[in-house]
């Protein structure tokens, strides 16, 4: 079965500071997909990025990017110029290629911001 | 835009009652989950549907059970409502083209039981 392991419970950084936060993920599957998704507090659920694992070039949406490391099974979402608004709890993610896959979490990572 | 509705933003409940917790997607998607969300486990897949009138238990699924009669409905019920069912309840669903993979969320029912 695959697993997602968020390694760090709680980060801060320092408002327009870059931060990395780790994710690894176990599985026997070659083709899957990762996501991170954004919970900030009290508030709904989003996506932020996602990468399919048959793309080599890592995924990228304005200040938020990936590390795939596919061969190490690591996916590490790094924000750059950190804003207020990104404090939140983090989730890795990992779904299998087939149809109507269910998607599984790590236990997340809670971002504070620190003006 | 894809919207997911849960019917309740918040709930408080009493022991024993049974307790309907509504999710309804306008986007035709095909597959609908629940999930609980509880500080340090993260979140836990309790019933999944890839159709109208099928369902699988995920991995909590004892004392749950869900109801999809029409494809963008899809409710969890609690059959007789437990202090230890307090948590927030997530309601998600997906699509079958790969661009629909990721979630969709709805805004979350945090249930009380007292």
């Known amino acids: 079965a695959q697993t997602v392991t968020q390694s760090q419970p709680e980060m801060s950084v320092q408002e327009a500071e870059t931060v990395t936060l780790s994710c690894t993920y176990d599985?026997?599957?070659?083709?899957?997909?990762l996501f991170w998704y954004k919970q900030p507090p009290s508030r709904q659920m989003i996506l932020v990025i996602r990468?399919?694992?048959?793309?080599?070039q890592n995924a990228t949406e304005n200040r938020f990017s990936v590390n795939f490391q596919k061969a190490a099974k690591s996916f590490s979402l790094k924000i750059s110029d950190s804003q207020l608004g990104d404090a939140a709890m983090y989730f890795c993610?990992?779904?299998?290629?087939?149809?109507?896959?269910?998607?599984?979490f790590g236990k997340g990572t809670r971002l504070h911001i620190l003006p | 835009d894809v919207k997911v509705t849960q019917s309740s933003r918040y709930l408080v409940k009493r022991t024993g009652e049974k307790v309907f917790l509504e999710c309804v997607q306008d986007?035709?998607?095909?597959?609908m989950f629940w999930y609980r969300q509880d500080p340090g486990l993260g979140l836990r897949l309790i019933y999944f549907?890839?159709?109208?009138?099928?369902?699988e238990k995920g991995d909590i699924p004892e004392g749950y059970s869900v109801s999809r009669e029409k494809k963008e409905r899809f409710s969890l019920i609690l059959e007789s409502a437990s202090t230890n069912q307090t948590s927030m309840y997530l309601c998600?669903?997906?699509?079958?083209?790969?661009?629909?993979?990721?979630?969709?969320f709805g805004s979350g029912t945090r249930l009380t039981v007292v």
């Open positions: 549907s890839y159709d109208v009138k099928m369902k």
């Open positions: 998600a669903s997906s699509g079958s083209l790969p661009r629909e993979y990721g979630y969709t």
């Open positions: 986007m035709d998607h095909e597959n």
């Open positions: 993610a990992y779904r299998s290629r087939g149809r109507g896959d269910k998607i599984i």
């Open positions: 990468q399919e694992a048959y793309k080599q």
């Open positions: 599985t026997s599957e070659s083709d899957y997909y």
